[in-house]
């Protein structure tokens, strides 16, 4: 598997996983009320710890991204070197 597919399959991963956190949360505000609803506050933390989750998600991307892009110079540069 080449290195941006793979960059990319992990991005599309994430974006996957976004889209089912906010439908279940949408479901959640709009579909039948639960027997206990939850308190704002807790709704809202909730809603925090996701935010979170979705930011440390995006560093490690990039940092992914980044340690590709540095093997890929380093692989061009020892290519351009050929042996004599």
Request: with cysteine.
């Amino acid at each position: 598997m080449d290195e941006y597919t793979f960059v990319l399959s992990l991005i599309t991963v994430c974006l996957v996983y976004r889209l089912i956190v906010a439908l279940v949360l949408k479901r959640r505000s709009g579909g039948e009320s639960p027997a206990q609803p939850e308190s704002p506050a807790t709704e809202m933390e909730l809603l925090r710890e996701l935010h979170h989750g979705m930011i440390r998600m995006e560093k490690r991307v990039e940092a992914l991204e980044t340690l590709l892009a540095e093997r890929d110079e380093i692989e061009r540069a020892t290519a351009n070197e050929k042996p004599r």
